[in-house]
T-cell receptor, first 113, second 115 residues
């Protein structure tokens, strides 16, 4: 069964600090992995998308890594801002024609001033 | 990219009534999906909306409760029928298109409260 596990479930950090969110998956055969940011009351917005051959991808202060061998990904947020407070969701898709992805439960990040 | 508009953005409904949520994409897309997100939870796929044919429902979701229409490649509706308080949730429309790199786009969601 395809599964995506995220950790930690929630995280509180001070403004300006860095943090790293984790995502482990068992989706196979692997096609791509995406990180989404979901602000409260809003729809998810894509931060990064990585395929099998990509190890790192950055989007501003967000850097995602992918280790396809160990089936792990991380999302690193640098110099956090109050606006980073949101839920971060890891989404993994399998190859083979199906576009139905597997969602993680998300990590709830709160950035305090 | 694709821009997805959903309406209503929120509604408060009475038990036993039905509500139809509309989803409009600004470009033709191959696949459209409907998700439910309960408070504090991640997204759960309700069904894949198939253009011109019956939607494909996931386990635990049935057509009588969540009828879906998709008359063309840019529009879909989800109806939540005979609502109960347990249906209170955010309902999200999403779409993907191979020509867009397989990116999955989301609408802003429709927050439904059933009293």
């Amino acid at each position: 069964k395809n599964q995506v596990e995220q950790s930690p479930q929630s995280l509180i950090i001070l403004e300006g600090k860095n943090c790293t969110l984790q995502c482990n998956y068992t989706v196979s055969p692997f096609s791509n992995l995406r990180w989404y940011k979901q602000d409260t009351g809003r729809g998810p917005v894509s931060l990064t998308i990585m395929t099998f051959s990509e190890n790192t991808k950055s989007n501003g202060r967000y850097t995602a890594t992918l280790d396809a061998d160990t089936k792990q990904s991380s999302l690193h947020i640098t110099a956090s801002q109050l606006s980073d407070s949101a839920s971060y969701i890891c989404v993994v898709s399998a190859s083979g024609g199906s576009y139905i992805p597997t969602f993680g439960r998300g990590t709830s990040l709160i950035v305090h001033p | 990219s694709a821009v997805i508009s959903q309406k209503p953005s929120r509604d408060i409904c009475q038990r036993g009534t039905s509500l139809t949520i509309q989803c409009q994409v600004d470009s033709q897309v191959t696949m459209m999906f409907w998700y439910r997100q309960q408070p504090g939870q991640s997204l759960t796929l309700i069904a894949t909306a198939n253009q011109g044919s019956e939607a494909t429902y996931e386990s635990g979701f049935v057509i009588d409760k969540f009828p879906i229409s998709r008359p063309n490649l840019t529009f879909s509706t989800l109806t939540v029928s005979n609502m109960s308080p347990e249906d209170s949730s955010i309902y999200l429309c999403s779409a993907t298109e191979r020509e867009l790199g397989g990116e999955l786009f989301f609408g802003e969601g429709s927050r439904l409260t059933v009293l």
